[in-house]
């Protein structure tokens, strides 16, 4: 008995030290260079959303016609726009606006979409089609369109453009769950806990809720992209953010007519969403990899 | 050959346009306060508001209103715009070609760029010209179409001056002139969705580049050329068909983005008026044909996918 406690303390000395999963995908994720450059271009973004208002040189509203149209210098970093104001500090401002249109819409898709998903895909048949055949409805509408009659309900408004956003992709996340649940609950220790009596309620949230999380997550991180894409094109119509608040697709909208004389107006709000879409992209692609290196 | 599939997709197909007719009903029904004060302005009588919610039908019940519409519509009646009082069918019918002429111009422009790059990607892996398509490919994913568009306007029309930035003259009228006026917005929509399909042709093809029979077709001594197209393009086609049929609906969303800022009289322009202007029926109008073209497409690949590939059961 004592040797095989012994032999026992050896093999467990000689076996790596046991981990969770969440450190192997980190562990995975930190060499991911893609995925990293993503997290790095998202921190940027945050951290800018974050401290972008009490850093920002100049306050974003503020007109100066005296200091129309000016180029890039030391002084206004990014330039002027037709009214005098720094671009630098409305981007910074406008970061804000695509973080928090981006988290609300994609959370407000996200978690609809993946109840929706799990009671279709764990749900009896009429439940299940139910649920998808009102997905396909939805799945009809170009993105764009919809979400444009859907502001036409809603009315104008950064608020209801992130209704009308995290509306439109509900679908999405709906069928991404559902593929989720249909393998998840094959699983034996799904038969397992309803053997031992365990209700569906519970089967749904404790077992099979954080089995699915890995595609939800990487689409989370993909939608993030398309949301601040839709923001960005609802506020070049006039639908989303509205004047004198700064969010880059309402920037390239007002600056539109002096793309000529003043190229600056038209570049750097279209860079900004430009890197934090490709961050977005990046990250999703990094987290799949991590997340399940066989689904690459 | 199995025709259940056939009727299967058709009666679907009709189930989805049923849906969506019943979502496009619900707009009028949803919007906030009166539809028929809302097309007749704060200062209307309220006799001259009760006259027009019995005109429009308003005063009926929900389900009434629903099927008499949905007759209507079956009849190409779609109702006349709150705004100018005229007919939404024929308002529709005016902008389609537009639209559907950017839509196609679009997937020649994107093929034209995606086919080239994503097999040449696929023939030399991790070669520079990979990485570059690569890069391309990201990038186009990440430039939202409305500043690609601006950028485009910027270097062709102000830059070089070879193509003008906006407006639209009717293919009937002058067709070398409808012609520079699509290149730029079907540029745009193509280049978009290039970046996309060059992604799935690179791997198609280099997933067939690896079967036995690309192996056996190089061992005979075939020219590379013929390898690839005789071989390796013809099974890959499959997969790069359905995926540029899928593709499609993403077109039309971009499509609706690229005509509003180029002004193109398209349906992409139409519903963004209307929904500016508060013409509920003229959008209802307009969103039901987007989404019944988005539908015919959807079936259209399904069916294509059916009859490419005979040894595909369902």
């Known amino acids: 008995m004592a040797t095989m406690q012994i032999s026992n303390n050896q093999m467990s000395n000689n076996m790596p030290p046991r981990r969770s999963l969440w450190q192997d995908v980190m562990q995975r994720f930190s060499k991911h260079r893609v995925g990293m450059l993503g997290a790095f271009i998202i921190g940027v973004l945050v951290i800018t959303a974050l401290v972008g208002p009490i850093l920002a040189p100049y306050e974003p509203n503020k007109m100066n016609f005296s200091s129309a149209f000016l180029a890039p210098s030391l002084k206004h970093p990014l330039g002027t726009d037709d009214f005098g104001r720094d671009i630098l500090s409305r981007i910074m401002h406008g970061a804000g606006v695509s973080v928090r249109v981006g988290v609300v819409a994609v959370s407000l898709a996200a978690s609809v979409g993946t109840v929706l998903g799990m009671l279709a895909g764990y749900g009896r048949r009429i439940v299940d089609e139910a649920i998808m055949r009102s997905m396909d409805i939805l799945l009809a509408f170009p993105t764009i369109l919809l979400a444009l009659a859907i502001m036409a309900i809603l009315g104008k408004g950064v608020n209801n453009a992130m209704i009308a956003i995290g509306i439109v992709y509900i679908p999405i996340f709906a069928r991404i769950a559902r593929s989720a649940v249909l393998s998840v609950k094959q699983e034996e220790f799904i038969m397992a806990s309803v053997a031992l009596g365990a209700g569906d309620i519970h089967i749904l949230w404790r077992h099979i809720f954080p089995n699915i999380l890995a595609p939800i997550i990487v689409e989370t991180s993909l939608s993030l992209s398309f949301a601040i894409l839709a923001e960005a094109a609802l506020s070049f119509f006039g639908l989303g953010t509205q004047p004198p608040d700064a969010s880059w697709g309402r920037m390239l909208s007002e600056g539109r007519d002096f793309f000529n004389q003043s190229i600056w107006i038209g570049i750097f709000p279209g860079v900004a969403i430009m890197f934090s879409v490709m961050g977005f992209n990046f990250l999703g692609d990094g987290l799949r990899d991590s997340l399940d290196p066989g689904m690459k | ?314």
């Open chain 2, 1 to 314: 050959m199995n025709y259940r599939f056939v009727v299967q997709r058709l009666l679907f197909a009709g189930f989805v346009v049923l849906g969506v007719t019943f979502v496009v009903f619900m707009i009028i029904q949803l919007i906030p306060g009166d539809p028929a004060r809302v097309s007749l302005g704060l200062q209307a009588t309220e006799e001259l508001v009760a006259q027009r919610r019995i005109n429009m039908g308003l005063d009926r019940p929900v389900l009434e209103q629903y099927t008499t519409w949905v007759t209507n519509m079956a009849q190409g009646d779609m109702g006349r715009s709150m705004l100018t009082g005229q007919s939404v069918s024929a308002m529709v019918m005016q902008r389609l070609p537009t639209t559907l002429q950017l839509t196609g111009l679009s997937i020649i422009f994107g093929m034209l760029v995606a086919f080239p790059l994503g097999i040449i990607s696929a023939m030399r892996p991790n070669s520079p010209i990979d990485v570059i398509a690569s890069i391309l490919s990201q990038l186009g994913i990440a430039v939202p179409d409305f500043w690609m568009a601006i950028l485009l306007v910027l270097l062709f029309s102000s830059t070089l001056g070879v193509l003008p930035p906006s407006g639209y003259t009717p293919i009937s009228e002058d067709f070398g002139d409808w012609l520079s006026h699509m290149i730029l917005p079907a540029l745009t929509a193509g280049l978009i969705s290039a970046s996309i399909q060059t992604r799935f042709i690179r791997s198609a093809m280099l997933e067939v580049l690896s079967q036995t029979y690309i192996r056996t077709a190089r061992a005979k001594g075939l020219r590379e050329s013929v390898v690839i197209r005789r071989h390796a393009l013809r099974n890959a086609l499959i997969t790069i068909v359905t995926i540029i049929g899928l593709q499609v609906t993403a077109l039309l969303s971009a499509v609706v983005v690229i005509e509003i800022v180029f002004n193109l009289p398209g349906l992409g322009r139409l519903v963004l008026d209307s929904v500016l202007d508060r013409d509920y029926t003229l959008l209802q109008g307009s969103v039901f044909v987007m989404a019944l073209l988005v539908t015919i497409i959807n079936l259209g690949v399904d069916m294509l996918y059916f009859f490419l590939d005979p040894r595909i059961e369902y």
